[in-house]
């Protein structure tokens, strides 16, 4: 996930990913610069939802279960 949010942004270097494990499962929290969080979001939210997809996918295949959230 901070690959793909790396190539997104204007400031990669500002691009964080925290996780921590809860009842739920994995959660994932991305960062970025203020600036950054609409190139991210993407317009209706079609970039995080399909960076949410891949990111699932990749955890099903693991078999994990994964919470992708954005920080503003």
Given at each position: ?72
């Amino acid at each position: 996930m901070e690959f793909i949010a790396r190539e997104l942004v204007d400031y990669p270097e500002a691009v964080e990913v925290r996780e921590w494990q809860d009842q739920r499962g994995l959660r994932l929290e991305l960062h970025v610069a203020p600036e950054d969080v609409g190139k991210v979001i993407g317009r209706q939210g079609r970039i995080a939802r399909a960076l949410r997809t891949v990111v699932r996918a990749a955890a099903l295949r693991a078999g994990q279960r994964v919470t992708v959230e954005i920080a503003r």
